[in-house]
């Protein structure tokens, strides 16, 4: 969601790192296209405002200017200021140290709220909690059905009765059943309206005195940009809660909510749904968030991905292959699989440190998943013998393979030749040289 912004900011910054000694004119351009780059992702004018007042103070403060690197320093201080705009240091749910923890989740309709839900519920039951959902929202068609159903997919238990009693008490009931059945969290869904009111207010008033929740979390659509930082003003002036999920952060909006929140209602972000599927949902590290903002990666989340689809065993074994240069198409295979559920491939390789002009380039040539489905499909259509030893496959091999894939020998052929030269970068990183960012785009289109 932040591409546009992302871009903008790289360039300004490319700029001012280019340049061997800045001065304060240097300085007040760079801030005037970081303020055009900000309002035009949707920030709040105000906050945009203190945000760059409070950067040109740094910069032109502690003696940047006249420092070896002052390009490098202005970078850095655009990194922690973006940080501390989005919240500063990540923070989690507040957890009972025994007995059930209970979330209340509140949001307008439409927002995505009964989905983060589930994801939350999927999210801590992979973390070995006991999970429950209590159906509390009455209001909304079908909304009942839909937690049992997306709750049933992330493994966690559902409490309901039905769209007829009144949402306090099936709270409360619900409340009851996780502690005398033992689960370690309680997410409250409740029901959204399609704007504040006094009623969705005092429902929830009264919901939070029967069920005394740890935290409440305010869900809020990321694309309607300055019409949930809105909502969420809005809230925080009627219901005190603790955190916000920020849903839909994989779309196309241009990140003014995100940016905006944590200044305007002094509440962090701790969630952001990124993605349809169930699993998407992640832990919102603003230091982590600048730094993917500003085309730095995001190394930290890609390790904490990898090492939640990897086995320690089977990356020893790979590791071992590498060094031994035995790594073959049914390696490829499992590893690119792997991968895949790391998320989509785009969003994996921009948590890559150095990989913001290869992203552009990518962005640019619309990288298709599906091609991924036809170098399996084209994998799959090749013996074990094949497999292992690719330059075995001759003209008529190649022919078969295309036929069995339903794809072309061209396909065929470039898969082989991009496995060659795969294989060559491996054995450069055995060897302890490391390709750079553009060999690796070569290898990937």
Not at 37 to 53: G, P, Q, R, W
Not at 68 to 76: A, E, I, N, S, T
Not at 349 to 366: C, D, H, S, T
């Given at each position: 969601?932040?591409?546009?912004?992302?871009?903008?900011?790289?360039?300004?910054?490319?700029?001012?790192?280019?340049?061997g000694k800045l001065t304060e004119a240097d300085v007040d351009a760079a801030m005037r296209e970081i303020r055009l780059?900000?309002?035009?992702?949707?920030?709040?004018?105000?906050?945009?405002?203190?945000?760059?007042?409070q950067l040109k103070e740094r910069c032109l403060g502690a003696g940047v200017l006249e420092s070896?690197?002052?390009?490098?320093?202005?970078?850095?201080i655009v990194d922690e200021e973006l940080a501390k705009l989005m919240g500063g240091a990540s923070r989690d749910l507040a957890l009972a140290s025994s007995g059930t923890t209970v979330v209340l989740m509140a949001g307008l309709q439409g927002s995505g709220k009964t989905t983060a839900c589930a994801k939350l519920a999927k999210h801590f039951g992979d973390q070995g909690?006991?999970?429950?959902?209590?159906?509390?929202?009455?209001?909304?068609?079908?909304?009942?059905?839909?937690?049992?159903?997306?709750?049933?997919?992330?493994?966690?238990?559902?409490f309901q009765q039905g769209t007829e009693r009144d949402p306090v008490d099936i709270a409360e009931w619900?409340?009851?059943?996780?502690r005398s059945e033992g689960h370690d969290m309680l997410i409250v869904d409740t029901a959204g309206r399609l704007h504040v009111d006094e009623d969705l207010m005092a429902q929830l008033a009264e919901i939070r005195k029967r069920t005394k929740p740890h935290d409440i979390l305010l869900v809020l659509d990321s694309m309607t940009g300055q019409d949930a930082v809105n909502v969420a003003e809005s809230f925080a002036e009627r219901v005190d809660f603790d955190g916000v999920v920020l849903t839909k952060l994989d779309g196309d909006a241009r990140g003014g909510a995100a940016l905006s929140v944590k200044a305007v209602t002094g509440k962090p972000i701790l969630y952001a749904s990124t993605g349809e599927r169930i699993e998407q949902l992640e832990r919102f590290h603003p230091e982590r968030m600048a730094s993917r903002i500003l085309g730095m990666g995001d190394v930290m989340s890609l390790i904490e991905k990898a090492e939640a689809v990897s086995d320690a065993d089977q990356a020893a074994e790979l590791e071992r292959k590498i060094r031994k240069q035995e790594f073959t198409l049914d390696d490829f295979l499992a590893q690119m699989k792997q991968v895949r559920k790391m998320g989509p491939l785009q969003n994996v390789?921009?948590?890559?440190?150095?990989?913001?002009?290869?992203?552009?380039?990518?962005?640019?040539?619309?990288m298709d998943e599906r091609e991924l489905d036809r170098l399996e499909a084209i994998i799959h259509s090749m013996t074990p013998a094949e497999r292992a030893n690719?330059?075995?496959?001759?003209?008529?091999?190649?022919?078969?393979?295309?036929?069995?894939?339903?794809?072309?020998?061209?396909?065929?052929?470039?898969?082989?030749?991009?496995?060659?030269?795969?294989?060559?970068?491996?054995?450069?990183?055995?060897?302890?040289?490391?390709?750079?960012p553009a060999q690796l785009m070569k290898q990937i289109r």
């Open positions: 969601m932040f591409d546009q912004l992302s871009d903008r900011l790289q360039e300004t910054l490319s700029e001012v790192r280019s340049r780059a900000l309002l035009e992702a949707d920030v709040n004018f105000k906050v945009v405002k203190a945000f760059t007042a070896l690197d002052p390009g490098q320093q202005v970078v850095k909690k006991k999970v429950a959902l209590a159906a509390c929202d009455t209001q909304r068609p079908a909304a009942v059905e839909q937690l049992v159903t997306m709750g049933k997919r992330a493994g966690a238990t559902v619900a409340l009851g059943q996780a390789l921009g948590l890559m440190p150095g990989m913001g002009k290869a992203m552009k380039q990518l962005r640019e040539v619309n690719p330059t075995m496959i001759d003209g008529s091999r190649r022919k078969r393979i295309a036929k069995g894939s339903g794809t072309t020998v061209q396909a065929v052929n470039q898969l082989v030749k991009q496995f060659g030269q795969m294989r060559k970068m491996m054995a450069q990183l055995a060897q302890g040289k490391m390709p750079n």
